[in-house]
């Protein structure tokens, strides 16, 4: 589980009142607050420092699964960054990099973890309210959530016959450390946060579907409208909608 922090603390939260949950795996690149998890939830914790969007990390936790001959009963996908700007205010490595990270890093941990997944386990990604539609000013986070949520439901369907299950959680805006850094101060950057939610319902619901069984997960009456609406208005029509929300 990636979790050092927000969405992803609050799954750690959840997980160690689960049965059966002996330890739980964090992966993150920030060592701080991999030591704040140790420090707040003790032993059941174990941390890994590492960049998600560098392939060989996968390697190393391939290593560490098939050494402590691991079953992963849940796989948190929480990797990934936000910047809310125009195409032209950040650069390449950037751009790259959040594509890396936001589809890369979910496909290769789903890849490396499915072996070690027995019956009744569970895959849950995090996708976004941003992958209904399109999204200017938000176009590569967008399309990559969008490719999240996808992936997530179609390879639910093929992971049936192994009793596995893969939820594509799609939560609106929260206050966490991808909301704070995804602000850059760009001319044309998202100004506009209704239906603003804190992440411990997110993950109470998302963990709840996954048990359901279901594969996506959406949370609250302003994210469930956004769905429906992506699913009865032309996408042209609905960037419209958006950025007369964002006063562009």
Known sequence: MRANGGLGK???KLLLKEEGISEIWAIARNKEKLNQLLNEFGDKIRTFSMDLSNRASFAEIEKELNANDAAVK???NNAGFAKFCS???IGIDESLNMIDLNIGAVVAAGLTCIPYMEKNSHIINIASQASFFP???Q???SST???VRNYTRALNIELKDKEINATAVCPGWMKTGLFDRGLIGAEKGTNNFSGMVTPDVVAAKALKDAKKGKDISVYGLYVKSTHLLSKLI???MMMKIWLSQQHF
């Open 145 to 147: 959530k969008a490719f």
């Open 135 to 137: 999204l200017p000013y």
């Open 234 to 236: 032309p996408q042209r």
């Open 10 to 12: 609050e799954f750690v």
């Open 74 to 76: 849940y796989l948190v």
């Open 139 to 141: 176009n590569i986070y």
């Open 87 to 89: 195409y032209d205010d």
